[in-house]
């Protein structure tokens, strides 16, 4: 039987906000990460995108139980697509991988730039650094479309379910980076 896998490309690579098993580093080719507004969230977040010349560093996971209905429950807003052959593992045996992407029908285009929590942000870096050093985190910011966004900075009461503490080294870095981007920050309501 073939094992069940997804290619977790954001939260999903920060291994404290999941007890998915059999993770490993991974590289999905034919797909960028941006960050997508959708009328389910208050916040935009990430999703992959199909692009023929890009490719995104991530972290395949083996599915619980191969149950993708349970998976699917904490992606709702996504739709799930087959990335078998787009994916790069240190896995030899054969694998069904799975990539989540935010589906047309939940999209909005909104006049004003989409608003992200800088809780998730900082999720998904801490998560980079443990997995592939500063060089990846890096690599985040730069494979990653949508900056032009607001961060609404909610560290001191984060928003975000999902949230972690950072160390000062960590915080610097994220905050180091994203004044490299299109972002502006914004206090949190």
Request: glycine share 4%; aromatic share 12%.
């Amino acid at each position: 039987m073939t094992a069940r896998y997804f290619f977790g490309y954001g939260s999903l690579v920060n291994r404290r906000t999941h007890a998915f098993a059999d993770a490993h580093p991974a590289q999905l080719s034919g797909w960028k990460r941006a960050w997508v507004a959708t009328d389910l969230r208050s916040f935009a977040f990430l999703s992959a995108e199909p692009d023929a010349t890009s490719s995104i560093d991530g972290l395949i996971a083996h599915v619980p139980n191969d149950d993708w209905a349970t998976l699917d429950e904490r992606e709702f807003a996504y739709d799930r697509f087959d990335a078998g052959a787009s994916v790069s593992h240190p896995r030899t045996d054969p694998l069904q991988i799975a990539v989540y992407s935010v589906s047309s029908e939940r999209r909005i285009a909104s006049s004003t730039p989409p608003k992200i929590l800088l809780s998730y942000i900082d999720v998904v870096v801490q998560g980079y650094l443990a997995v592939f050093g500063e060089a990846g985190v890096e690599a985040f910011f730069a494979t990653t479309d949508g900056w032009t966004a607001q961060v609404i900075d909610d560290r001191a009461k984060p928003i975000y379910p999902r949230h972690q503490t950072l160390t000062a080294a960590e915080t610097t870095l994220v905050d180091d980076l994203l004044a490299t981007t299109n972002a502006t920050r914004l206090p949190a309501p």
